[in-house]
């Protein structure tokens, strides 16, 4: 099975401007990936892209301001990422949104929201990118969900139909690329709270959240492991 080295890597990180996609963004650029962000706010992603070129003292990450809601617009990044580098090797799905309404106030406008950045975006994303992995014979595609796609919480009820709705796609779509060969990865995330806000490297997470950097380096295990090998959802949280 076709293997590749971390830097002849592209990866693509879905909200990689802020929280866990930038730790994500942080640690693929330090083992040589180059890495596009994309979200919607052009200004977090430019400042990102050049605090974590500084740090790894090369231009390896690459703001691309997109709306994930907006199916033109995925199709546009794609088309960028392919234009530039002629491959796409790992997709971070971690961009995702809650709207905290109840089940007796859930409005149409929230749910749809949730639906359309955490779920139908993903859906699209991934149609869009898997033609090219294939052709490419090789990718890896991360999923973040959560523990909120694991149990329900009364808070968040749409956030968790699209967190449990992403586990089960992922997990089709597991099946599928396995039926059809394809040397594709799918790998899922369901972390409990994770302190973005106190993300410095010595900082201390608040008590029953995890430090962010402990998602980056799960990832990174993930990642290296042999390409037959399956990891089902990494459950993490504060114990
Ligand atoms: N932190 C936690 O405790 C925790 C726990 C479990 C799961 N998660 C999941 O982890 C992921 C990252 O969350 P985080 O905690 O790091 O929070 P975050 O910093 O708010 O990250 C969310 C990212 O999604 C992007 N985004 C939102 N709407 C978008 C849209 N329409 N199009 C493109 N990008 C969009 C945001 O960027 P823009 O605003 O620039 O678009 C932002 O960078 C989410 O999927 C979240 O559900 C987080």
Redesign the pocket.
């Known amino acids: 099975m076709k293997t590749k080295p971390f830097i002849d890597q592209i990866a693509l990180v879905?909200?990689?401007?802020?929280?866990?996609?930038?730790a994500f963004t942080e640690v693929l650029s330090i083992h040589g990936v180059n890495v596009v962000i994309?979200?919607?706010?052009k200004e977090?992603?430019e400042h990102a892209a050049r605090e974590i070129n500084e740090l790894v003292g090369w231009e390896r990450v690459f703001p691309y301001a997109?709306?994930?809601?907006d199916q033109s617009q995925i199709g546009a990044l794609v088309n960028y990422v392919i234009e530039r580098w002629q491959s796409l090797d790992v997709v971070v799905n971690?961009?995702?949104?809650?709207v905290p309404e109840t089940v007796d106030e859930i409005t149409d406008d929230g749910w749809d929201k949730v639906m359309?950045?955490?779920l139908r975006?993903v859906m699209q994303l991934v149609r869009a990118v898997l033609p090219h992995m294939i052709m490419n014979d090789f990718g890896d595609i991360v999923n973040?969900?959560?523990?909120?796609g694991k149990h329900g919480y009364a808070d968040v009820p749409s956030?968790c139909a699209s967190?449990f709705g992403l586990l089960g796609y992922a997990e089709a779509l597991r099946d599928h690329v396995r039926k059809t060969g394809a040397n594709i990865r799918v790998f899922n995330?369901?972390?409990?709270?994770?302190?973005?806000e106190n993300s410095a490297s010595d900082a201390r997470p608040r008590p029953g959240?995890i430090h962010?950097s402990n998602m980056a380096r799960t990832l990174m295990y993930a990642l290296s492991l042999d390409r037959e090998v399956v990891l089902e959802d990494i459950n993490i949280y504060a114990r």
């Open positions: 879905t909200g990689g401007g802020t929280g866990i996609g930038r994309a979200s919607r706010r977090v992603l997109f709306d994930i809601q971690n961009s995702g949104l809650a359309d950045t955490n975006g973040v969900s959560s523990q909120a956030y967190k995330f369901c972390p409990g709270l994770v302190d973005v959240f962010v």
